[in-house]
């Protein structure tokens, strides 16, 4: 079956077992979870649903929930997808040509990073600005579906200037330090080496991370609006080399993720 005739089959499916109409897609990082009250909330487990791939990760749910978060209708995929899990970024993007399909027009992203950056702290919140995609693998590789955008996509502006204005307005307004940062993707799951560290630096990085480039490439195709959000779940000092342990990731993220939740829902609103 054609990708297009997929992501038509599965956004039909999806609407037919929700209560709401999305106009916002947030996905959860690692470890995060905490966001406001939904009402006409349902939840869709991810092997329910025809076409997905199912999450494998520990501390990734991987359902879909829907429903109504500060009176804007919302899909959150608790729980994605990563290139280190053995899928291809084809299968790791699918479900945002889905929720595009379904009229969905921005794309919120969090995920658990490890600053490169001296002078990030564990626990920061970081608005991502830019992203430098060292992943392999290239979602819109392969032939193009012009039904679904152009050949050639821009990537100028791959996180919405408006967007991360309006987050460091509302931020500000609510006390929550951000810092700014350009996301570095990394191929995981080993975690990096202190040479790779200082590369990610040099490279103009500001926290690396195993995610979220994939899915902000394919949503920027299909002309939707990003804004992304980093948790530093961790430092890199490759001059002084520390263990990073997944539990830690968690930890951190999770505790972070109740601020970052407020921080989001606040934020919906004003998301015409
Ligand atoms: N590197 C890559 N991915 C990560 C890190 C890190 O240090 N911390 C959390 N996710």
Do not use: C, W
Request: glycine share 8%; charged share 20%.
């Amino acid at each position: 079956m054609e990708l297009f005739d997929r992501i038509q089959e599965t956004a039909e499916f999806i609407k037919s077992r929700i209560a709401v109409s999305p106009k916002v897609t947030i996905i959860f990082g690692s470890g995060i979870s905490a966001l406001g009250e939904i009402s006409n909330r349902t939840e869709i487990p991810y092997s329910e649903i025809p076409h997905f791939p199912v999450s494998t990760v520990k501390g990734h749910a991987g359902k879909l929930i829907t429903g109504t978060l500060n009176g804007v209708d919302v899909a959150i995929m608790a729980g994605r997808f990563h290139y280190y899990e053995g899928y291809s970024t084809k299968e790791i993007t699918f479900p945002i040509y889905v929720f595009k399909a379904m009229g969905v027009e921005t794309l919120i992203v969090t995920n658990a990073a490890g600053a490169v950056n001296p002078n990030f702290r564990q626990g920061d919140i970081m608005l991502i600005v830019d992203h430098i995609n060292l992943l392999p693998e290239n979602p819109l590789r392969g032939p193009n579906d012009e039904r679904l955008g152009p050949r050639f996509p821009s990537m100028h502006e791959p996180y919405s200037r408006d967007l991360i204005e309006l987050a460091e307005n509302i931020a500000s307004t609510m006390g929550i330090p951000l810092q700014r940062g350009v996301y570095v993707a990394i191929q995981g799951p080993p975690l990096e080496t202190p040479a790779e560290y200082r590369m990610a630096r040099i490279l103009g990085g500001d926290a690396d991370g195993m995610s979220t480039v994939p899915e902000v490439i394919v949503a920027r195709y299909l002309g939707m609006k990003v804004l992304g959000f980093s948790i530093i779940t961790n430092v890199a000092d490759p001059y002084n080399p520390q263990p990073t342990t997944h539990e830690e990731v968690i930890e951190v993220a999770g505790r972070t993720s109740e601020k970052l939740g407020k921080l989001i829902s606040a934020i919906l609103p004003h998301l015409a």
